[in-house]
């Protein structure tokens, strides 16, 4: 199958809502898997076309951060160090099953890592093209898989759009652009009312880059509402990086669509998006929620690394700025039950991780 049109595959993200159509039902759930494809029944993909590495299912801990208990799901845990795997598994399921042989993406990091180790396991070529600039451990973790590496001078842009040219021969096997994407990250959603005996926590705070996981709970949680399975949708609280908040300037001025910013930087690299593509579905699902937009610093991200550390939990610095933002937006937003997550694994941050501790001595 050859790469179809952008504006296509971003079509088929609405075509996939209708293949999802059918209402949620908690009797389907294949309880005999203990991963997120227990859901298949509610996934573009059957169980027998699953490329699977055991993935999802993770721990939703109940962990004290600053005096109130938060149930933070430890997305860290996953095969290759964060929750992408949820994408890249329904993603390459799908592009194994259609017959693709060879896929293209392109990534600063853990979506390049995710579709390096599934393409892999699914026997499938791929290219990953990243920013010069990216952690070598990230760049060790993609080439281990077998995956053909290509470095690209320049920003995040300058390495997308090297990549979609080189799509155009291939498959986009994107995060950002390819709808099949969301439908793996949609059963974070489903494992939190699962795990919470099917009740909706008040407040989901996230990570807000691309949108992989706002747009996926948003399609996660709104299923299960309007299947009458939950009694309401959370409030999402979406997470950016202060020197790189495109969504957060346009929502604060009541704009649908994202405002032109220069970015600076940041600790946060995994949420540092300029210009992401489905900005003005991120809007809007924030806004159907009754949510907000945060943004942190790095001290603040500083800080709230030290929080879970500290406890024990060994998170990357992007992973941090989720967990400064539930902290502010507990100053903002009223609710109950919060549900926040541990994104990426900080095995991979190391040099950052060092400069932070060195800094202090
Ligand atoms: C990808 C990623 C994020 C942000 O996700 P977006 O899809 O860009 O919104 C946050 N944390 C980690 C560790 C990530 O890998």
Redesign the pocket.
Known sequence: MRNKDLKQQTLEYYNLKSINNEGFNVGLIDLSLNSMWRYHHFLPIGIQDAITMGEGLTPLLKVELLNKKIFVKQEQLFPTG?Y?DRGASVLMSYAKKMGVTHVVQDSS???GCSIAAYAANANIACDIFVPADTSKAKLAQVRAYGANLILVDGDREATAATALLAAQNSYYAS?CYNPLFLQGTKTFAYEVCEQLGWKSPDVVVL????????LGCYIGFKHLYESNVIPKIPKIVAVQAENCAPLYHAWKQGLQEPVKITSGYTLAE??A?ADPIRAKEMINAVNNTQGIFVTVNDDEIIQALKLCTSKGFYI?P??AA?IAGLIKAQEIVEGETWVTLF??HGLKSTEKILSILDADN
Do not use: D
Not at 207 to 214: D, K, S
């Open positions: 964060s992408k990091g853990n979506a995060h990570p807000a880059g691309n949108g992989t996981l706002v995994g949420i998006i990357e992007t992973s989720t994104s990426g």
